[in-house]
């Protein structure tokens, strides 16, 4: 099992940009592809952003594609999501997790405990 925690949530203006880093404990994250997902008030857990355990492949779900990005410094254990030109509809807590099996949802069976991010108009 691997322990993770996310940071670089916070507050800021539609437009704007904030760093999620997402740091590991217990194992090394080399072994593990990983991904972002998010849960807004109301709405059910989705998907943001995934990528393989050596970080040569991504994947972003359709409504972050082309302002977030992906990425990981396994020397670091640890995953980072740049987020750029923020909505308010990006506004949820997001969580970072980490799966041996590859795909949007399969197999993510260790989580954070999430970091905020409020977006506002």
């Known amino acids: 099992q691997v322990q993770l925690v996310e940071s670089g949530g916070g507050l800021v203006q539609a437009g704007g940009s904030l760093r999620l880093s997402c740091a590991a404990s217990?194992?090394?994250?080399?072994?593990?592809?990983m991904g972002w997902f998010r849960q807004a008030p109301g709405k059910e857990r989705e998907f943001v952003a995934a990528i393989t355990r050596s970080g040569g492949t991504t994947d972003y779900a359709d409504s972050v594609k082309g302002r977030f990005t992906i990425s990981r410094d396994n020397a670091k254990n640890t995953m980072y999501l740049q987020m750029n030109t923020l909505k308010p509809e990006d506004t949820a807590v997001y969580y970072c997790?980490?799966?041996?099996?590859?795909?949007?949802?399969?197999?993510?069976?260790?989580w954070g405990q999430g970091t905020q991010v409020t977006v506002s108009s």
């Open positions: 217990g194992r090394t994250i080399s072994n593990y592809h």
């Open positions: 997790a980490a799966t041996l099996t590859w795909g949007r949802t399969r197999g993510y069976a260790d």
